[in-house]
């Protein structure tokens, strides 16, 4: 499954870590320009993932993909806009549901464009890419690349899409700019907290992971006099520390299958 698992680790990097926010909200907006920059690193990435298969068929993998991806994309933005015209605040199921209908089309493209290493590749780059296929590890360090990205970065979308779906704008602090700053740092403290407990998980080191809790608390907790901060922090991390859970057993269970 080296294929399949390649094509999620292009997806995982073009759909969350290429993609910022303002690529984000122009495509949001139904503006080409984002459209066009999210299909290009999708392209990009999907043909540098899948290339070492032939070059002519990594082509027409990553044009196909990136149509389909750009289309579901397209589909999600107008069942957004409906919602929004019925005031109903987009959640975590059109994420879950966008996503899940990606990895389908990577499934349905690694069973219909699966193959050996090309020998031509592997005579452009001298034979180093010969053996991929067959070097030790290989799969299982694409499979935690992958799983890696999903999580941490992948993370960060879903939590901040749920806590926005639970909380009202403002609900931490009066002040939009204020408001907006503490996001974008608890974003990123999560992003190096579902880093360090998916690792602890995958190395068996569960038992550490309360002091990546507790040192995280401990910088915060000047701020949990205020309630609203609290609650909002309490759930942020109960979503992130669950996500890298699930993710570090399913990534081991991964591995020892493999």
Not at 214 to 230: D, L, T
Request: aromatic share 12%.
């Amino acid at each position: 499954m080296l294929y399949f698992w390649l094509l999620l680790l292009a997806h995982g990097l073009a759909d969350f870590v290429l993609q910022n926010n303002r690529v984000s909200a122009a495509k949001c907006a139904n503006k080409w320009q984002g459209y066009a920059l999210h299909g290009l690193a999708i392209f990009l990435c999907t043909f540098a993932a899948v290339h070492f298969f032939g070059w002519e068929s990594a082509l027409l993998a990553a044009g196909v993909i990136t149509g389909v991806h750009l289309s579901l994309d397209w589909l999600k933005n107008l069942g957004r806009e409906y919602q929004l015209k019925k005031g109903r605040k987009p959640g975590v199921q059109g994420l879950i549901i966008d996503q899940c209908l990606h990895i389908l089309t990577l499934f349905l493209a690694w069973r219909l464009a699966d193959r050996p290493v090309d020998t031509a590749v592997a005579r452009f780059y001298g034979g180093i890419l010969s053996p991929l296929g067959q070097l030790p590890g290989t799969e299982e360090m694409v499979v935690g690349l992958a799983v890696y990205a999903y999580v941490i970065f992948g993370g960060a979308v879903f939590i901040r899409i749920a806590l926005d779906q639970i909380f009202p704008p403002g609900y931490i602090l009066a002040d939009s700019r204020d408001n907006a700053q503490q996001v974008a740092a608890g974003k990123y403290i999560g992003i190096l907290e579902r880093f360090l407990i998916l690792t602890l998980t995958v190395t068996g080191n569960i038992s550490a992971i309360g002091m990546v809790i507790a040192a995280k608390s401990i910088a915060r907790f000047s701020e949990f006099s205020n309630k609203h901060f609290a609650e909002y922090y309490l759930v942020g991390t109960l979503l992130s520390v669950g996500l890298a859970l699930a993710g570090g057993i399913a990534l081991t269970r991964l591995w020892l299958q493999s």
